[in-house]
């Protein structure tokens, strides 16, 4: 950390904000240029984020120079992260993709979509039980129903299961069901949430927070990892800008921007980052051109009866296409799909 | 609402998206125009929300008519809503001004705040003792302890108190001794939580979440509402936006915008807004100039030393400076603060 | 200048930016840390912009201490700098209020729009003749007829005149009849049209562009200033942001940040940045209460009937009862509008 | 357009905006629901653009159905447009890199770079010669002589030149160099400029403006196509969002979007919606994956010693190891480089 000092800052200041530094264990090391004095400060860099010395008068600015998390960083872990789920392995050699509808509605919908996605190449089956939702009058899921309905779809398919979990209470009824406890853009910031599921023995699927920075983001893993989870694969899923023909931004650029920074998986949910089916499948090249380990797209069997996001689900048959487009894109990369499709299988 | 359809819609497309409305009880209205075939819409605005109509084929887009929420609109309740808590009522003619340091940290830091902006004129005393932190390494309240400091603050000063509720879990506890149960931007999408203070009979305070747009956070407010408790008071605190000299961008023209689509009372936080104590007392002022209801203001007795966001705090001394000009600026706007400090006043 | 080396930096990359800066003039201050070197930077700002240190082997990040402007600085020049427009002041005592419609559009319309807004306490006159208009079928101005109007009206008002350049060619004839030369929110980055400007002996009012951060936009002004010219007036006039109810978002914690940073006077246009008139009045009491110089309103006899930005327009009527507002805000802010209007006075 | 009515509309008010609308020559279709009037308009849709009906008492909000471009729009011109740039063609089978440095700074610099792009298969060669610069104290370009340089590396190479024009005076000087003239982000509303380079006959690649919607950028194309240049190349660039780990948000969801809304070839630049070169070839894939049409990237022989965009810059030999995985995901894509390299080719 850096503490810059204002033109006008008094010895006096400068001494005080030394002293505040030693007093709390740091190291101080003064610099004093033409115009301004700059305080280099050495110490446990998560300490740091506490002391709020831009409140100390004379203080222009604070300059973190080290990354305010350190289990997530790739700094201290230099290898990449794999996430084992079941016989799976998230981050690894394989690109999984995980797909299904935004909400379980019923055995017949889900069952259908499971059984189509299994045979295209997904490898995880998504589908909501809890639904956040924006407006109160809206669809709020099946709740346990729902999860039930994912049980057999597993049961009957292989598939492994990912399914959010939106708050403390009903979280040990969804990690009974879920292979992959997804965190959904709303709560990644629900600190008290990802303290919980940070005590229990499963993958957690972390979206980053619709205007959450990469930082805020690797933080956010840092409080699960902290808790004891080291098995974290993150999310992006599109933050808020002020474009609006699409539902939100997609940022691709932090998939290499986080591969770099941290050794976690990364996966990408173009259904949510669009806002639109059509443009899904060329996001999803995308991803997979940026080196994402994965994928979460929404897929329904009939989108426009949905209850939930129909506009942003593909069809099974887009859905199988995007895939032979994502085996090839997947080999390009040096890669496979993780479901055994690709150019080169016996479809 | 209005569904448009695609300029090469079929006559098939178009009488299924009217067979699909009217099969739900809504009435729809063809209009064929050169290029385009435009169906309106009519029934229950809250219900249309949920049907994905742009999923289906040859629609190009939804364009909705009314707003999605209901009990928070003005059209549904002209006159403003008076929030009464204890002998104050927010939204009248009063200005409250809700002062206090960011976390409880102690007795004693607590009571002399809480003494020295009482004085200054404050009738809601704030302060977290569930402290949400972007980083698992920081300072994050002292929970109960922090309760029972607030109210032996209120027993001392007969200020009120607005603190924040973090979770469902901590909610019976925090109800026990808050006031004004505060949701925080984190959570104004945390629908378990919304749900939950729907159910008690306590003022909230609803924090704008960082990247809600208005029609979000008045759908948060519905959700408290239509859950049976419509004491909601909004509180803007800034959004994030590309600039980063302040640390978030407080957006003070929610404040007629919200007073004309809703007939709720709304504060503003300009101290989370800004980041930075010194600039807090000018967006105070406007803020009022702009017609706000009250302010959420931190001030520390000592902001250099403080465990959370003491670069944005005032100290007592600029609290009591600011105090005085917002009299003036309230009196301007034929209001007057709630604490009973004035330019005409005995102080 | 601080540069921050990557942990893993050798001490040859080390020496390769110390040898580059001393090189170069500057002086070079290592510091040593645990986990990373830090190099402390003292020389000319304004060239270390363009040192590409940042792309030397082995650097982390480079951190700037002083801002890169110089000129528009308030170290540079502590006290207020008032900017002459004939025989007005603007950035002294008095609040300015610039009024007027968006484009010229008839002899008729602008003399009318002048009497009124002058009679409620205008002082300056706006009216686009040169209009920058998003879609190239839309109204672009009466050019040099509409630059003929305006200085009738200035003629028959005493108002002084503001309205917009647009590019080096117009520009001798713009600065012919205009007062104040406005650099539009399109072309704050129009380089070429700043260092023209700059050549100018007339005020310049500087608009805000739509993204750009409060240090752009000095060193914005720091062009102009640099080539000559230092009667700059700066213009708030909304940031875009995700918020999609107003047109943009306003900035009004623009006024005190610039206040702090530099000594140029800052107005404010709420007509751009809330894009609905009925929204003005609030955010134009605000921003006089958050300490801008002066406003810039837009003004039409008929909004309905204007050929640009109707809806952001108030009436001659609804401008009158504003302007009684304003000035007892600006009595409070210590200040009095610059028409004489005020809450004592003979109207 | 569609005109929603406000609940308390009058049918004074109703009338006043249909009689307004036809005898304006358009068509207007009253549809009265039980809470709003709703009325569809028909007519010409670029002159709809302009009618102020916002402004009309009793109107609620206008709602556009139809683009208010044309010539930029795929339902005007249903194929894909081909941009030929002397023997080359951008739009079509070959996807085409445009690389060099941000700046022409020697003779030397640029021969070096043009040669080593060109070897590895970049087809046209950039470099700015007219630099926009946000600090008047950096580089601002060669001008004439870099344009005669860029002239200089063309004879040497074959390479095609794509150049920056900054304003009308030098139009014609970068005109008579350039084989593409390149509009920048911040002049992307620059209308006299973009009026002014429709009258020349030579393709334009014409960047997002950094708050562009991508509506607005389809309309800064419009004004080019309807001063009768259609040979116009899009090039995304990056967009201004609150993440500041990259210097802008790459938005590659605009390619497929504007593949679909428009006909006209788009490329990306991933070096400045990065600002890091180390993120640079992860996103051109990326690119190409999505379906872009080519890229601009910026390749420097000596990145640390650049005089502009150093760390954004690849080196030579991180730009022809990208160049073979672009090849190979051109190729995945059912294309190939322009340049001739390949997979299976001779290199």
Chains 1, 2, 3, 4 share one sequence.
Not at 103 to 111: C, Y
Request: hydrophobic residues 45%; aromatic residues 4%.
């Amino acid at each position: 950390m850096i503490v810059i000092m204002q033109q006008e800052a008094t010895e006096e200041q400068i001494g005080a904000v030394v002293e505040r530094l030693t007093k709390n264990g740091f190291q101080a090391h003064l610099s004093r240029g033409v115009e301004r004095t700059i305080i280099g400060v050495i110490g446990d860099r998560t300490r740091l984020f506490d002391m709020a010395l831009e409140a100390m008068p004379g203080v222009e600015k604070v300059v973190p120079v080290l990354q305010p998390y350190k289990l997530a960083s790739r700094a201290f872990h230099p290898e990449n992260s794999l996430v084992p789920v079941g016989d799976l392995v998230i981050g690894g050699e394989e690109v999984h993709v995980m797909a299904g509808p935004c909400a379980v509605e019923s055995e017949e919908q889900l069952l259908e979509t499971a059984v189509q996605v299994r045979a295209a190449g997904a490898t995880v089956l998504r589908g909501g039980a809890f639904k956040p939702r924006t407006s109160p009058y809206s669809f709020q899921g099946l709740e346990e129903e729902g999860l039930k309905i994912l049980a057999r779809a597993r049961e009957l398919t292989g598939l492994k299961i990912v399914t959010e979990v939106m708050d403390t209470r009903s979280l040990p009824l969804v990690a009974e069901y879920a292979d992959i406890l997804q965190i959904g853009a709303r709560n990644m910031q629900n600190f008290t949430l990802l303290r919980e599921v940070a005590r229990i023995n499963k993958p957690v699927l972390l979206k980053r927070g619709m205007s959450a920075t990469i930082e805020e983001w690797l933080l956010a893993a840092e409080y699960i990892m902290s808790g004891g989870n080291h098995q974290v694969i993150l999310c992006e899923r599109g933050i808020r800008t002020f474009e609006t023909y699409t539902r939100n931004t997609l940022d691709l650029s932090a998939v290499p921007v986080v591969k770099y920074l941290s050794h976690l998986p990364v996966v990408v949910d173009p259904s949510h980052g669009l806002g639109k089916w059509r443009f899904v499948p060329a996001m999803a090249r995308a991803a997979i051109a940026a080196g994402a380990d994965g994928l979460l797209v929404e897929v329904h069997p009939n989108p426009a009866e949905a209850l939930c996001d129909g506009p942003q689900s593909l069809t099974p048959e887009n859905f199988r296409q995007m895939m032979e487009e994502l085996a090839r894109v997947a080999e390009v990369m040096g890669r496979r799909l993780g479901g055994g499709a690709g150019p080169c299988s016996c479809r």
